[in-house]
């Protein structure tokens, strides 16, 4: 998530003569800005995660994360959760908006009001998930759960509720999204949503190699299923 960088490195590739990119960005800003100034128009583009209107690409391989939103939390409503707190990454995220959609989604389609004191914005990380609870909890905000945008902020919104004395799952259920290798490691291990991250960059590869290999051909638009995986940080 550092603009620079991506700046940076674009131009790296473009300086090594590479015959294709294979990009995804934190921030949809940022990858719009990247390509539109810094990629010549020659080299052939395949965005990863992320799902843009009128954007320069040969191709796409997108996440429904609207259903994997709407799967996990409906899961967590199954089971008896009903105050569920949405800790999101940044809405400039094409993911977070996604995510953020599915969770309102399975709100109302379980009769839950979406209330915005349980929803809190910020950054991919464990410092986000550690003080967004703290500061649900600080404000005395009622709540029984948390679905965040990623592992790593479940990661730290469970160090933060076992910190102030909740028990998880019992008193606080936890679900997060990726399932990175991270989120069998923890304690209790981590509820979340998997995302076919080899089948992702594989077939973004096949998209680019075959369009190198094939330019008169249309651009393809590849969509991939996610799934649950429950394990011990829900009841």
Do not use: W
Request: net charge negative; glycine share 6%.
């Amino acid at each position: 998530n550092n603009p620079k960088k991506e700046s940076t490195y674009i131009y790296m590739l473009q300086e090594k003569m590479v015959d294709g990119i294979i990009i995804t960005s934190t921030s949809a800003n940022n990858i719009e800005e990247s390509v539109r100034h810094n990629i010549r128009i020659d080299i052939p583009v395949i965005t990863v995660d992320r799902d843009l209107a009128n954007f320069r690409t040969k191709g796409k391989i997108l996440v429904d994360n609207v259903a994997g939103a709407f799967d996990a939390v409906s899961f967590m409503i199954e089971k008896g959760y009903r105050k569920i707190v949405h800790l999101s990454g940044t809405i400039n995220s094409t993911p977070s908006v996604q995510r953020l959609e599915g969770y309102r989604k399975a709100l109302e389609y379980n009769n839950i009001e979406f209330n915005p004191d349980l929803y809190l914005e910020g950054t991919y990380d464990i410092e986000f998930g550690y003080e967004g609870i703290k500061k649900i909890i600080d404000k005395k905000i009622d709540f029984d759960s948390v679905f965040c945008g990623n592992d790593l902020i479940a990661i730290g919104a469970m160090k933060a509720a076992k910190e102030l004395g909740y028990k998880v799952p019992s008193e606080i259920g936890v679900m997060g999204f990726d399932n990175s290798y991270l989120a069998g490691l923890v304690s209790p291990s981590l509820s979340t949503v998997n995302q076919p991250n080899y089948q992702m960059g594989y077939k973004a590869a096949e998209l680019l190699i075959n369009y190198i290999k094939n330019p008169s051909e249309p651009h393809n638009e590849v969509v991939l299923k996610t799934e649950l995986v429950i394990r011990e940080s829900t009841r």
